[in-house]
T-cell receptor
Framework: AQSVTQLDSQVPVFEEAPVELRCNYS??????LFWYVQYPNQGLQLLLK??????LVKGINGFEAEFNKSQTSFHLRKPSVHISDTAEYFC????????????FGKGTSLLVTP | DTAVSQTPKYLVTQMGNDKSIKCEQN?????MYWYKQDSKKFLKIMFS???????INETVPNRFSPKSPDKAHLNLHINSLELGDSAVYFC???????????FGPGTRLTVL
């Protein structure tokens, strides 16, 4: 079984400041790692994913994440946030050897203010 | 064109009623899913179908029954609705393991 912990439920940040949203996971098998974003009253959209290879993954909208196997972490970062980045961010894992479903963390609400 | 569509977007109904939510994807994907998002925004997988066959069936009351008439459709039927069923239900699809899952806009179900 897998579990995902998003360490911060809410992250307030000023516009143009850097941000890091933290994600740790636990799994007895190898996993794929994902970050999804949910804007208010919308479905989820993929920001980025780690399957294999380079541990630094770049995604859409200027986001990037780094996979750290020893720390079982997959933190999401952006060097300069915009008001439009205000949304709910979900970290998720999926086992590589079987199954397809995503196991989600509880989400981090990013609030960007002027 | 909408990749993953769900109908209805909003559903308000009384306890004890039976209702269905429809999902269609036009991406040619083999796998479709239903997720439930509760009031605290926690997302949990309910079902997954691959090529019309059920492959994941999480601990969900048997009042919930998914039906996949073809690869492009995965409908969710709920019998005897309860207050605790109030949530947002998301349909999603993907080509396979590790691939991006594309989510529908969600159906907000309110049981009174």
């Amino acid at each position: 079984a897998q579990s995902v912990t998003q360490l911060d439920s809410q992250v307030p940040v000023f516009e143009e400041a850097p941000v890091e949203l933290r994600c740790n996971y636990s799994s007895s098998v190898s996993v794929y790692l994902f970050w999804y974003v949910q804007y208010p009253n919308q479905g989820l959209q993929l920001l980025l994913k780690y399957l294999s290879g380079s541990t630094l993954v770049k995604g859409i909208n200027g986001f990037e994440a780094e996979f750290n196997k020893s720390q079982t972490s997959f933190h999401l970062r952006k060097p300069s946030v915009h008001i439009s980045d205000t949304a709910e961010y979900f970290c998720a894992v999926s086992p590589t050897n079987s199954g397809y479903a995503l196991n989600f963390g509880k989400g981090t609400s990013l609030l960007v203010t002027p | 064109d909408t990749a993953v569509s769900q109908t209805p977007k909003y559903l308000v109904t009384q306890m004890g009623n039976d209702k269905s939510i429809k999902c269609e994807q036009n991406l040619g994907h083999d796998t479709m899913y239903w997720y439930k998002q509760d009031s605290k925004k926690f997302l949990k997988i309910m079902f997954s179908y691959n090529n019309k066959e059920l492959i994941i069936n999480e601990t969900v009351p048997n009042r919930f029954s998914p039906k996949s008439p073809d690869k492009a459709h995965l409908n969710l039927h709920i019998n005897s609705l309860e207050l605790g069923d109030s949530a947002v239900y998301f349909c999603a699809s993907s080509q396979g393991t590790g691939d991006e899952q594309f989510f529908g806009p969600g159906t907000r179900l309110t049981v009174l």
